[in-house]
């Protein structure tokens, strides 16, 4: 095809195309396919499903929320026959979960596994989506369900002389499907997010020497792991549906039970008190179940980091070492807080070292391993790269998706992302984007916003058959007041502090916004719940261009 913005043919036209056979690709499909009776063709890159499960096949990789809320709740008999072997589920059995659904709905029937969507255009005249594949005709629908998820696009690697290396380079976000053996083997990891501290911790016990590369410590706290115990296991599935009510209530969609409202308003022991209580716990318990103010007040804070602090210099036997773990230039939860099993006591193992890279920055990598700015060279055999993605908005904007008069979604979100409750876009009817920027997504157990999100498009595709109108999409006026909106309650928490992916801060050149609605998952659920009940107050139903509100 030469012209992009007016294609003319197409091979078969469905109701809906869903991107992707992730956790919100496949319940996209089973919704609109099985619930409203569309046509639907889901479009996976892979070869199967699973998302970032499917991708993120590295050691030690494994959710961090509970496993029996990280999960579909929209089938009571899912819930019922799916037994979890793990308070927290490593990848494998993740993996094994999203399958077991695809086959018990009969989803993989409906998806072309090994196809990318190289573009998407809307055709205004015809109300439909013409979307482009990779290897294929290109096929018409009248919705476009994007379900890329938040972290699948992985951030360029920027070292100077990466091609130059001789060894083997993994990448956490792309990792062999056979696994890897460290054995005997010198690794480097570059990164220590969420990925590298649960890859470091796996690779630090296999590796004969393990190099470390740190440009930012990291607040990372127990997760809490271990066997699941089938009399909770039994307790769970009494009442499950009082269980993700209660989740749906809490700010992280997750059962916990409501926080102290302030840690400066209690003394130093109870304060002790409740931290030690959370850290004992594991989970997300210590950032989000403790004190109210951890995120919101700078002081309040200082109380939860420095907690974790001292945690990290009683573990760490190597002092030096134990201070350069110390983070100290961001609030703690101002990026996305890691969960660990023995990470810190990865560093008291002989042959493992860290490079802090404030003090040294590398300066390139070498035929034979990675040279830093005080000129040592670290001879490595292994390079492992887990150095985040190009979150929220990168995995929409690789699409190349162009709305009315052809215009690309890189040029409408050039400043950073514009959305209406973070699910659609002006100027891209029928477009809805599950768990977009803009929307709770990742601070929100993630299954859980993704049926919202779903549930909310297939509610509207319902309410637009029933009044037999063509397109739903955002008033520029909704979508400018939310997207202030947006903004004005991230500048209320402390999440702006830090240069994190979060607030798109982690790619160079990158607008800097925050990426997720902070007001939480019930305070998100009643505004939507609103919008619905007063018609789709903020979006304009039905065709033609909009120039107003
Ligand atoms: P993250 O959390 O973005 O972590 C990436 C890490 O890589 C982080 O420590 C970065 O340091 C480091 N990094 C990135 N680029 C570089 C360069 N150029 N040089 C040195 N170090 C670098 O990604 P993850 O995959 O760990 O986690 C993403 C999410 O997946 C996680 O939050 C969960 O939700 C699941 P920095 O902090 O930028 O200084």
Redo the contacts with the bound molecule.
Sequence with gaps: MTDQTTPAQYDREYGAVVIGAGFAGLYAMHRLRDGLGLSVLGVEVGDDVGG?WYW?RYPGARC?IESYSYSYSFSEELQQEWSWSERFAAQPEILRYLNHVADRFDLRRDFRFGTRVTAATWDDDAHRWLVELDGGAPVRAQYLISGVG??SAA?D???AGLDEFGGTLYA??RWPHEGVDFTGRRVAV?????????AITEIGKQARELTV????A?YATPIGNGAMDPEFDRRLKADYPALREKSREHFLGVPYDLVQPSALAVDDEERHRVYQERWDQGGFRLFFDSFADVVLDRAANETAAEFIRGKIRERVEDPAVAEALCPTDHPYAT??P?LETNYYETYNRDGVRLVD?RAT??ERITPTGIRTADGVEHEVDDIV?????D?MTGPLLRLNLRGRDGVPLTERWADGPHTYLGLMVHGFPNLFTVTGPQSPS?LYNMPLAIEDHVDFAAGAIEYLRERDLPCIEPTPDAERDWVAHTAEVAARTLIPEA???WMGS?VPGKPRACMVYLAGAPAYRQICADVVANGYRGFRLGAGQLTGS
């Design positions: 970032t993120n961090d938040c972290l951030k690697p920027d070292f956490t976000s570059i990164g220590t997010g969420a990925s590298g501290i649960q590369f740190q440009r930012t990291n990026k996305r890691p890279l920055p590398i790269l887990a150095t985040g993605f979150a990742v240069k994190s992916w982690n």
